[in-house]
């Protein structure tokens, strides 16, 4: 279901999902940057080490997508804001985007960062394996750029969801069962997936009508 709806989005508009992957990417850095500094100040050295080193890589990502898409980096930091900035607008530092309804979904409206370290753990590995099928379709393109991009982040997102797997044992006496509950919710992401699709949709009609 979940490749299903990754081909249709690239099939309505290819360069448009590349472009939200990449924020996506991004977000997903910030929101590990944030999870070191927890770490670290929890004590958990190592895994402070490895969301550090998780951080850098998805900024990579995001940055190896925008570049394939535009030729350039679409969006950057601006270091005294704090923000990551395209032209005159500005988004917010959130880390992983509540803008859009998989993730309301998947979280049920609360802020990923305010759960206990099993909970984050565990929902990561769960998001990491679903943003591999991303990158499997991806690969399949016939672009050899594209593919061979697809081909390096997919190998990372597998490595980190390995990784926090192997954390997450540490948190919960069963690893396992704290997967399962988050795979559970991948029900709602995808239908929030669906509706973010619906209103990419609608949104970029519009604005082909208007220009």
């Not at 565990?122 to 991806?138: G, I, R, S």
Request: glycine share 6%; with cysteine.
């Amino acid at each position: 279901m979940l490749k299903l709806l990754i081909r249709l989005a690239l099939y309505l508009n290819f360069n448009a999902t590349l472009r939200t992957a990449a924020k996506l990417e991004y977000g997903a850095g910030i929101f590990c940057f944030k999870l070191a500094i927890r770490a670290q100040d929890d004590g958990y050295l190592n895994l402070a080490k490895f969301l550090k080193a998780q951080y850098a890589e998805e900024d990579g990502h995001a940055r190896m997508l925008g570049g394939l898409v535009d030729g350039v980096e679409r969006l950057h930091r601006n270091t005294q804001t704090g923000v990551w900035q395209r032209g005159q607008d500005y988004q917010a530092l959130d880390g992983i985007s509540q803008r859009y309804w998989a993730a309301k979904l998947f979280f049920w409206f609360q802020k990923p960062e305010e759960l206990g370290w099993a909970d984050i753990l565990a929902f990561m590995c769960v998001v990491e394996q679903q943003v591999a099928k991303f990158y499997e379709v991806l690969q399949e393109v016939e672009d050899r750029a594209i593919a061979a991009t697809a081909a390096k982040i997919l190998q990372d997102e597998l490595e980190h969801a390995g990784y926090l797997k192997n954390c997450l044992d540490s948190f919960h006496v069963d690893a396992n069962s704290a997967i399962a509950y988050w795979q559970d919710r991948k029900i709602l992401a995808v239908l929030g997936g669906v509706i973010d699709l619906v209103i990419s949709y609608w949104s970029n009609r519009s604005s082909a009508k208007t220009d």
